[in-house]
Nanobody
Framework: QVQLIESGGGLVQAGDSLRLSCVAS????????MGWFRQAPGKEREFVAA????????YYSDSVKGRFTISRDNAKNTVYLQMNSLNAEDTAVYYC??????????????????WGQGTQVTVSS
């Protein structure tokens, strides 16, 4: 079992930056591939970014590529999402997710087994 707790969301203006954090419980954090997803009101949950167990591989959605950076610190059981150049379309609840993985870094929500409670990001234009 893994428990995930996100933090770092808030209300910002267009063009600002935010860094989200997600802390995982347990002592086997490096056994999990990690992902960030988001869900805007009235829309389906969508993939944002993912990172492999030892940060060798990262993936981004086209909508955030070049603006967002996912990273992780296995010593701190934490995955981060640095978000730059935010715009109104980035407004959503952001969720981190984990899946026990040997070789894959999934980009679909159904592939992940554990989810945080979400943190709200609101970007005013």
């Amino acid at each position: 079992q893994v428990q995930l707790i996100e933090s770092g969301g808030g209300l910002v203006q267009a063009g600002d930056s935010l860094r989200l954090s997600c802390v995982a419980s347990g002592r086997t954090f490096s056994s999990y591939a990690m992902g960030w997803f988001r869900q805007a009101p009235g829309k389906e949950r969508e993939f944002v970014a993912a990172i492999s167990r030892y940060s060798v591989t990262t993936y981004y959605s086209d909508s955030v590529k070049g603006r967002f950076t996912i990273s992780r610190d296995n010593a701190k059981n934490t995955v981060y999402l640095q978000m730059n150049s935010l715009n109104a379309e980035d407004t959503a609840v952001y969720y981190c997710a984990a899946v026990a993985s040997t070789y894959t870094t999934p980009r679909t929500a159904r592939s992940y087994d554990y989810w945080g409670q979400g943190t709200q990001v609101t970007v005013s234009s």
